[in-house]
Each structure stands twice: as C-alpha cells, then as structure tokens.
C-alpha cells in the first residue's frame, strides 16, 4: 500500500531521513497540514532507534505533540530503557483513543476506522535503511 512520505521516511528512511522528518513531527505548519493523531505509534519506534540523534529529535518533537507536553526521556538510555520509552509512548497512545482521523498516505499503517494495522509500522520500521549516515554542515 501507499503511505505518505514523511511517515515513510520515520519509519523506513536513512538516519538523516528519519532525523528530518522527526523534527517535522513537531514544527506546527506541519502538524496542521498532516495532523498529529498519527505521529506517536509511527514516532515510537524511533525512541529506540540506533542513532542517538534521531532519538533526541523525536524526544524534542514529542514534547510539541497534543498530550505530550510533559513527555520526559533520556534519549541516550541503555537499549532495555529505550524499549521501555518506546513502549510507553504507544501505550499512552492507545490509551488516549489509539485511532486517527483516515487521511490519504495513511492506509498502510491505519485501518479505515483509524485503528493501527497491527504489525504496520513494525514491518516497515524492519526494512529501514540501515546504512551509516555522516552528515556535514
């Protein structure tokens, strides 16, 4: 199935990819374009991503989401506490309604009653580029 860009770049993009499009999870004219409902479960599995600097990317983000204002992490935990995180963002998620608003480049991910397809974003986040990333100003 088809899945918009940016969520696609969250979960399957290389470092710099997942970095960018992280970042864009919490810039406000990118929420009001896309909306927010869709971010958390798409945005966890970058909470126990291999690069430190996605994880401090999403932790900043996550913080500009609805609900989220308070969320507290340390992006640079051990492996067991960035499972942990990760698994308590979706949990907050699903526990705050756990469904988005359909919208086109979302299908993949989400059902038409705005449920996750379970299994979705962990199949996707599997086949991420990998490939080491170094980044120049």
Do not use: C
Not at 37 to 50: E, F, I, N, Q, R
Not at 128 to 137: G, I, M, P, W, Y
């Amino acid at each position: 199935g088809r899945v918009a860009a940016g969520a696609l770049w969250l979960v399957r993009g290389d470092a710099g990819q997942r970095a960018v499009a992280a970042w864009h999870t919490g810039w406000e004219p990118a929420q009001r374009v896309s909306g927010t409902d869709w971010m958390p479960p798409v945005l966890a599995p970058l909470l126990d991503d291999s690069y430190a600097a996605v994880r401090f990317i999403v932790n900043q983000s996550a913080r500009r989401l609805p609900g989220l204002s308070e969320w507290k992490n340390e992006f640079d935990g051990p492996p067991a506490q960035r499972k942990e995180s990760r698994g308590r963002m979706s949990e907050w998620w699903l526990k705050s309604g756990g469904r988005v608003t359909p919208r086109k480049g979302l299908e993949s991910l989400f059902d038409r009653e705005g449920k996750l397809r379970p299994g979705e974003v962990e199949k996707v986040w599997r086949t991420r580029d990998q490939h080491a990333v170094r980044v120049e100003e």
